[in-house]
């Protein structure tokens, strides 16, 4: 606590909301204060970007007002980000305000599908999986609904991403199959939940924790309605400790900041095979002696995502030859 008469104490905190420049900060305590930027470090963290939610902070106290207030002093570094930029197609300045930070300090990424209605589009996901693996953040794949097949089906679709590493989490949040494994996987963690509306992320949510999903798509909404994701944007607090994120707009998870060249490292069944195709440039679609045709033929590594991977990189090359 501020003892009486002495000038600035730094408290540590979590940025759990951020709107328009007021950061909502949970002490250790539990309490909240709502701080601003000083001017000077608005200033300074123009080129860095702004504090976000899941940013850790140390903050001071500003004495005499009604309620908690006070100023960030310093944002503590961060782990990882979820930063989203403008397409690369409508911008002509590659500068570093293009990218945008959701969210800090991410424990893990929980990639929510449904089994059917929508249909799941892999593709989809091997672009999300990039922006991960670039990173380093935890991905978890979620299969929801599962009422409306079988288990052994969803596990069937999904087990190319098995096979590479990723976690299956096989829900429904009809039956509450799997929920108490959601539960226990949000527990005390910063998770970020992305999925395609429709998918079931309310309802699962819902299933943990009765009226989270409802919090969650209300931040959401008010995403949709144009107000700007890192002006509104949310870290909602679980019962059992630890919060949820909703990344509203996953199209904006763009490939910032990553070299067609170099897309390869970032699918993590291709990435050590890189080494040994006899080309340093190879672009693995018919070199000779590239290591990652060989591994497809052999059927070590699966066909489809080094298609994705290829569909991914002529996209991305399309959009960096439109910027310039
Ligand atoms: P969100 O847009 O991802 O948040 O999806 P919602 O939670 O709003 O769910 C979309 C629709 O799918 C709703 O009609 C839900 O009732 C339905 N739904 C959600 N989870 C399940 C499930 O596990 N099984 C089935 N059969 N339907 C589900
Ligand atoms: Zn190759």
Redesign the pocket.
Known sequence: MLEPGRGRLSIEGLIVKAISGFYTVVLADGSEVICRLPGRLKQEWQQSGLAAVGDRVNISLIEGEDEAAGLVEEILPRRNALSRSRPVAHSRQLASDQEQVLVANIDQVIF?F?LR?PATNLRKLDRMLVVTEKEGLPAVICV?????GSESEARAEFQVYADIGYPLLL?????GAGVAELAALLQGKISVLA??????????L?AVQPGL?LK??QVSKATEKGLHTTRFAELIPLERGGYVADTPGIRGWALYDIEPDELDGYFREIAPLVAHCQFSDCTHEHEPGCAVQAAVKAGKIAAERVESYHRLREEHEALMRSAY
Do not use: E
């Not at 829900?171 to 039956?175: D, G, I, K, P, Q």
């Not at 999925?195 to 699962?204: E, I, N, Q, T």
């Open positions: 929510v449904s209605k929801n609904k599962i009422d409306l829900t429904s949040a009809r039956t999925g395609s509306s429709g998918v079931g992320k309310s309802s699962l819902n999903g969650i798509s």
